[in-house]
């Protein structure tokens, strides 16, 4: 059976913030393929990205503490799961769980939740980004992404966070709690890299980890966050490889 949602009027999402600090939607999912709850919520964040391509960010971070019942799953990243366990311990949750989104780094909910995704959507998409990234000479050499970015707003106690983005992968899951199923996950998070702020202008580089294969879409997401791990902004680009 076809997972779908209705979200209705996507005007929810348009607010009325100035073109150059257009409203951002951060989901971050934190999911898994030994986890069986979690595939309704990979259907779900690939629907929300679908319904509102411009304006939500969508990023499945597959985490490591479900392989021990069986199936590791490939994308699957103990750095991931120390990513949840600081955002639970902003929340005051006393544990990860599975699925968990999280919103802009500012609230979370169950990832399979059709109303919570709708309410965050509409809250969130009608909030004007404090800040905007802008790419340009984006390109890809020798496995390698290379970028240059341009700031504006206020940059103090910030940094930006590049995510390169698996568009979509098929898995045959032989053992755990999804075994003998074929998954079709989506918008998987392959790498992740750290830029420290140092003007309102850079140029910085990922290299292309080698389990993405050559014919697989790939995304490149550049978001802007506190310390605290609120997100600022966000831009995104396809890779042309």
């Not at 607010?15 to 971050?28: G, H, K, M, R, W």
């Not at 509409?122 to 004007?128: C, F, H, P, S």
């Not at 984006?138 to 966070?161: D, M, P, Q, T």
Request: glycine fraction near 4%.
């Amino acid at each position: 059976m076809a997972f779908k949602v209705d979200f209705k009027s996507k005007k929810e999402i348009i607010s009325t913030a100035s073109e150059d600090n257009a409203p951002i939607v951060v989901l971050e999912l934190f999911t898994s393929q030994g986890c069986s709850s979690c595939p309704p919520a990979d259907a779900l964040l690939q629907q929300a990205k679908d319904d509102y391509r411009n304006s939500v960010y969508a990023l499945s971070y597959h985490v490591d503490y479900w392989n021990y019942i069986g199936w590791k799953d490939p994308f699957s990243n103990p750095v991931y799961a120390e990513k949840q366990r600081k955002y639970n311990i902003k929340f005051k949750n006393k544990s990860n769980y599975t699925p968990q989104v999280v919103v802009n780094g500012k609230a979370h909910f169950v990832g399979s939740s059709s109303v919570d995704m709708k309410a965050a959507i509409a809250e969130y998409g009608a909030i004007k980004a404090e800040n905007k990234i802008t790419l340009s000479n984006v390109k890809v050499e020798k496995e390698s992404v290379f970028f240059n970015y341009k700031l504006n707003g206020a940059i103090a106690n910030k940094n930006l966070r590049a995510v390169l983005v698996l568009d979509e992968r098929i898995t045959e899951v032989k053992r755990g709690e999804n075994r003998n199923k074929t998954l079709t996950n989506s918008n998987i998070v392959v790498a992740e890299k750290r830029i420290a702020i140092k003007g309102l202008e850079g140029i910085s580089s990922m290299k292309i980890p080698t389990e993405v294969k050559k014919d697989e879409k790939l995304n490149l997401i550049i978001l802007m966050e506190t310390e605290a791990y609120d997100v600022t902004a966000a831009t995104k680009t396809k890779l042309l490889r």
